[in-house]
């Protein structure tokens, strides 16, 4: 069993920068591929970015592509998702999510077994 959770959300006007955390527990924490995906009031849930345990990473969504960045600490169980210059457009519940699997298979969500309980993200004009 691993547990997930998420923090660092808010509200932040368009042009700003969060970083969002996921602190991992349990005994093979470590070993999962983390994910993140996010879910705007009305839509699907949709694929962000994902990284290995030894830091490979899948090419991040179009959509947030050159602006946010993951990285994971297996020191500390925790993943992270550094937001930079935010839009409107990226308002969304995100979610923190693990699993296996080859890095290039984990942009679907069936490929995750454990997921967070979500965290809000509000970007204002």
Do not use: H
């Amino acid at each position: 069993q691993v547990q997930l959770v998420e923090s660092g959300g808010g509200l932040v006007q368009a042009g700003g920068s969060l970083r969002l955390s996921c602190a991992a527990s349990g005994r093979t924490a470590s070993s999962y591929v983390m994910g993140w995906f996010r879910q705007a009031p009305g839509k699907e849930r949709e694929f962000v970015a994902a990284i290995n345990w030894s830091g490979g990473t899948t090419p991040s969504a179009d959509s947030v592509k050159g602006r946010f960045t993951i990285s994971r600490d297996n020191a500390k169980n925790t993943v992270y998702l550094q937001m930079n210059s935010l839009k409107r457009e990226d308002t969304a519940v995100y979610y923190c999510a693990a699993g296996f699997g080859t890095i290039a298979t984990m942009t679907l969500r069936w490929r995750y077994n454990y997921w967070g309980q979500g965290t809000q993200v509000t970007v204002s004009s």
